[in-house]
């Protein structure tokens, strides 16, 4: 059936003939055990917002309980959810990455929640499940109330009223991204940056922290949306530089350069040295899964009440419809396929219309064997479709037009679909890549796998809550970054508000920061607004300075004035007292030659 779509409030549907006014009231569900926090933010929304929502919670410990909250959020179609890491965090971000994944006709938002003992590794991690919104639990809840509205509800976003000061400042930015393997020369990353062949770009590593490597310069050497393991657009592999190129500068000497040369020769060295050491040390914790299976089944076997399906020795990706084959079929790589197959009547495909493709139904399936073929061309993953009933395998080959198929007429059980697995592993296991000896793969809860790629952007207006900003890159809506203001704070591109003034090109919420962490943000801000004043201020303390400087140097240039007249007075004097003396002479002179005459 298709989803039911969220309406305004007062909505009119016709029926019947008769026009009958229908609520329809979204649902912002709380997955967690803080109950105490989740009542204060639902009173916290309906003291800010005009919106009417119904709030539910579920309180979950069980990994296999929460897993199953997936089939809750696929029937209840919430607007958001709200997914607290305090307690059990490993189920529950496995729950978020199930739900990033999944396909969906309808978006639901997720938001994160963690405590601040857990400390920014917790948000880290929570980031990388892609989820879009990460928040550390506090008293202060307009934040969490802001983002549920810009996430779920963009076209009635409300002004949060919190100061916004306007700038226009270049600042660095940073893309999360996921590293999955490193070797000697290499780091394979997935991200949803598009990267050209042999760019040149930084991403910030665990290595390069950790002083295992010299530098974080690295260079693309290929790219692919195939094979991927998490939930971004593209995988990466990256040679890395070890050590950063000599910059020559034009008043530097050959001597100069060679010596430059040399040291960087030195640290490329010692860095290669080190990353190989690093890489012996931990290959043996290095446990890759290849074997994978891609699962169609709309109800969810995988996840009622069952073990978290990351457990297991296949990679099992679950959907409950396919929305694009051929992307699908090349990002997941499978070598089984699992298909519930459904059974649809005409008339009931027909009333589906658009959402015809969300049909695990037999016309469906022929055109996904028929991608598949496409896809994989001289290889066939097994196909496994349970509920054929009359069908025998025979049949499906001939009606699917694909070799590889199996047909059960049982329906589906997980006991059954790892016994088949496992009954398969040994047909598909020489078809494996083979890891190479000195290839680490890095798990996926650790802290390593976090890695950032560099850029740029241009901030016009921060608040407390959000951001104005222009990027060169296109950035989709939903598009995580991190940057500094002044401390590390993780931005989400959202739809810009219909209140907004600013002129930018895109606008952002803040999250993944705490109360202390606010508080800087906040005197940040206030600076930014008494940047001017303090700017005018220090322009007029300089102008005092300098008057100063010049009244003393006029000061300095009277007396100098002065001295050099006195000097020039008493030097006049000086020759005037000698040319008088002079002519005294001269007179006595006469006068002893006139008494001599006598």
Known sequence: MADEKAAPAGAKDKKDGKEEEEKVIPKIVYIGQDISYFNNLKEKFQELCSIE???????????????????????????????????????????????????KTIETSIIGLCDYTQGRSM????????????????????????????LSFPLLVQDHGFALAELSDPIKAYFPAKAALIN???????????????????VHNFWFRSKVVESNLVMCASQSQENLYYNFEYTQILQMAHADPVQQTDNMTKEDFDKLQKDRQEKLQNSK????????????????KFLKAYVVDKEGHFFNDRPLSDTYIYVFRNQPFVKDAKKELLATKPQIIVWNLEKVSKADRDAEAELQYTLNDMPNLIKFAKDAKEVFQGYQPIIIVFNAED???????????????????DPMSIDMVLRMCEMLRN?????????NATDVYIDKNSDISYVEIESELTLMA????????????????GTVLRVSLPVPMYITVCKIPEYAKISSTYYGIIHGIGEEER????????????????????????????????????KEKDAQDAAAAEAERLRKEEEERKALEEKAKELVGQLDDKKEEK
């Open 427 to 435: 047909k598909v296991e020489p078809s494996l890549p083979k890891p």
């Open 53 to 103: 929502a119904e709030f539910q919670s579920s309180q979950v410990s069980d990994d296999s309980k929460i897993q199953s909250q997936i089939l809750k959020i696929r029937t209840i179609k919430p607007k958001a959810v709200l997914l607290d890491f305090a307690k059990n965090p490993n189920a529950m971000m496995h729950l978020a990455r199930l739900w990033q994944r999944q396909n």
């Open 184 to 202: 000697d020369n290499f780091l394979k990353i997935e991200s949803n940056v598009p990267m050209q062949a042999k760019q040149q770009l930084r």
């Open 391 to 409: 069908q025998e395998t025979a049949d499906l080959q001939a009606s699917m037009n694909y070799q590889s198929v199996l047909a059960v007429k």
């Open 462 to 477: 921060c608040s407390e809550n959000d951001v104005y900003f222009n990027s060169d890159q296109d950035l989709p809506l």
């Open 123 to 150: 948000v880290i991690k929570a980031i990388m499940t892609t989820i879009p919104c990460v928040h550390i639990k506090s008293a202060e809840l307009e934040a969490v109330v802001h983002d549920i509205n810009c």
């Open 519 to 554: 508080q800087k943000l906040r005197r940040y801000i206030n600076e930014i607004f008494f940047r001017d004043h303090e700017q005018k201020k220090a322009e007029e303390k300089q102008e005092v300075e300098q008057l100063k400087v010049k009244y003393v140097e006029d």
């Open 273 to 288: 040295f080190k990353l190989t050491k690093w890489i012996k040390e931990h290959v043996k914790y290095s446990k890759p």
